[in-house]
């Protein structure tokens, strides 16, 4: 536990939860220490009664968020063999096996849920559960890894800081190491598309194209559906997620909250970049202090998710050819700490 120490408010992990939506008298006051520990600022820990709304919220946001990790690595992925120098190489290099990290760390935190990450794994397969369809797009030339690392890895951590205050314990602490890693990350991107702009008149055009092609799916789908629309495929109304998530202390800002501190930052390093970005609507408004911006075709989006798209079919066929090919290494990881579980007994016995 951590936060003001306040032991009285926490309860015991006994209570199975809300029990088909009816709450009993002893789930109430359960119910009712939990809130108060949330509403406390206190770190909720999985020894801890969890409501089954909260447990199947953070499970859904913390696959979502693994997923996201590591079919995002496919784009960048896809020009580790035609870096243009062995410097830059080495950096792409180590930041896909970042984004690697991140998806293990995530799973982890998922599994003190009480799900399986094989089963977690079996749910992307299956197209049961999401991840960002940011990664839905390709990365055509050598400046879109520059500008995946300086635009999403950027709309990441915008949106990913204020997780590692949120209220569940193993999330936020997985959180602090990924936003360390996703900040260095866009410095990374950052220096690489500067590099692109002060170079010749055709690099500087490649840089401007990829950030002209990596906008939208930063600043749309890094952040979720808007506050005041219906979300996803689905029936989800985006504003309902994000309170009941705000009031549970999963997150603390709507999604159109952070989309907006998103595109303040950037606007300026855009400048200094010598790059535009791809919206004219794109202006300071000093009454409001922020940044005004064009409208998302959210539609459009809804319609790609609902419907599929030729990158999502490809990702997720990639996704699962890995999966199989790496099968003899978990069969293998499971044999030996089966083995290693063996001798454990032996010399315990
Ligand atoms: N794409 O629940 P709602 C990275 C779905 S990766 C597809 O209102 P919420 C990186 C949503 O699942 C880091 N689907 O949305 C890696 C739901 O459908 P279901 C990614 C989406 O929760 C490699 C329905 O729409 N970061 O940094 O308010 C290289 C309704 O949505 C999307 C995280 O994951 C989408 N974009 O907002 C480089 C951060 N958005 O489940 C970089 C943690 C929504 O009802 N995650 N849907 O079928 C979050 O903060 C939230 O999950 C989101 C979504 C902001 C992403």
Redesign the pocket.
Known sequence: MTGGHQPTLRAPATGQGERGGQLHREDEELLARFEALVAAGETVEPRDWLPDGYRRMLI??IA??AH??II??QP?GAWLTRAPSLHRKAALLAKVQD?AGHGMYLYSAAETLGVDRADLMDALHRGQQ??????DHPALTWADTGA?AWL??GA?VV??AP?TRTSYGPYARAMRRVCQE?AFHVRQGYDQLLSLSRGTPEQHRMAQDAVNRWWLPAVA?????PDTEA????A?V?SA??RR?IAWGI?QHT?DELRQRFVDLVVPQAESLGLSLPDPAIRWNPERGHHDFGPIDWPCYRRA?AEGTHWARRRLAHREAAHRDGAWVREAAEAYARRDGDETAEVAS
């Open positions: 859904r946001q979502q968020h996201s990790e995002g690595m960048e984004e999401r991840y960002a369809a940011t990664f995946i999403t890895d990441a949106n990913q997780l996703e789908l890094m952040f979720g559906p979300g996803g495929a689905g989800a985006g997620v994000s998530a997150k999604n998710l």
